[in-house]
């Protein structure tokens, strides 16, 4: 079983040390987003790998394929676990991002998990119409691009956990990477469609990405293992 992944939305390498000490010596999976690498950039990374700590770095790529491939030839090198794109970059971007990992990795490590962003969970049926014109709805928008991502050889999709029996059903051997996890009693804050670890977990859910229930609780330990309980349970 997969660790519940720590979404790291903190400013600064001090702020995420801090945040760290509670934990002890303990390995973690953290997602290290564009707000904190913009800001500390490779050592930071270089620092929570040093620390034995399982890494997904959420840059979220897209771009044209050549500045994808070489992007992605950079990551690699910083032996990430995870990193991902935006499917909307279309099928030659996601090999050429392949492409880049796998030319960029040192002898004798392994691809880190390529996955993909198909829709974000902060565009609405509206929006697709109104501004972007695609006429389909938000799930058939969402498998169309989930399906797109696995025919170019990515190992799964960002989505959330409501969506996971679906993807599923429909794509086999297709890795589910889901946000908007909330323990009961929890704040929802911005995220509208929100589930707890245990029902994550029950719709099928590969992985959880966890941020404000952990980092802004008063005992993040404390949240952390509630979390970890119901995850495996
Ligand atoms: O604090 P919270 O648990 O809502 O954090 C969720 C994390 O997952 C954030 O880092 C957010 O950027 C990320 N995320 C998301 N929805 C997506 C993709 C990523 O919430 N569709």
């Known amino acids: ?19 760290l000490t509670r934990f002890g010596k303990q390995k973690l999976a953290l997602k290290v987003g564009m707000q ?33 491939k070489e992007a992605m030839k950079s990551l690699a090198a910083l032996e990430v676990d995870m990193v991902n ?16 990992l796998e030319a960029g990795l040192a002898r004798g490590m392994t691809r880190p998990l390529c996955i993909a962003v198909t829709q974000l969970t902060s565009t609405s049926e ?8 695609i006429d389909e709805g938000i799930e058939q928008t969402v498998l169309h691009y989930a ?7 990515l190992d799964g999709i960002v989505c959330s956990s409501l ?25 929802r804050d911005d995220q509208t469609r929100i589930v707890t670890p245990e029902k994550a977990k029950q719709l099928g859910s590969d992985y959880i990405v966890v941020g ?18 119901e995850w495996k349970k």
Do not use: C, Q
Not at 36 to 60: C, N, Q, S, T, V
Not at 148 to 153: A, K, P, R, Y
Not at 212 to 229: D, F, G, H, Q, W
């Open 85 to 100: 794109v935006h499917a909307a970059g279309g099928k030659r971007m996601m090999e050429a991002a392949l492409e880049g």
């Open 126 to 133: 509206n929006m697709l119409k109104e501004e972007l014109l």
């Open 212 to 229: 404000r229930s952990v980092t802004k609780s008063k005992n993040p330990l404390e949240a952390y293992e509630r979390v970890e309980l």
């Open 1 to 19: 079983m997969n660790a519940p992944i720590i979404a790291l939305d903190l400013p600064s390498m001090r702020s995420v040390e801090t945040f």
């Open 163 to 187: 969506e996971t029996p679906f993807i599923k059903e429909n794509i086999h051997d297709f890795i589910t990477v889901t946000p908007g996890i909330r323990l009961t009693g929890d704040e």
């Open 36 to 68: 904190l690498f913009y800001k500390e950039g490779p050592p930071i990374i270089e620092k929570l790998k040093l620390a034995g700590h399982w890494i997904f770095l959420d840059l979220k790529l897209h771009d044209i394929p050549n500045t994808v």
């Open 147 to 153: 399906k797109l991502t696995n025919e170019s050889g």
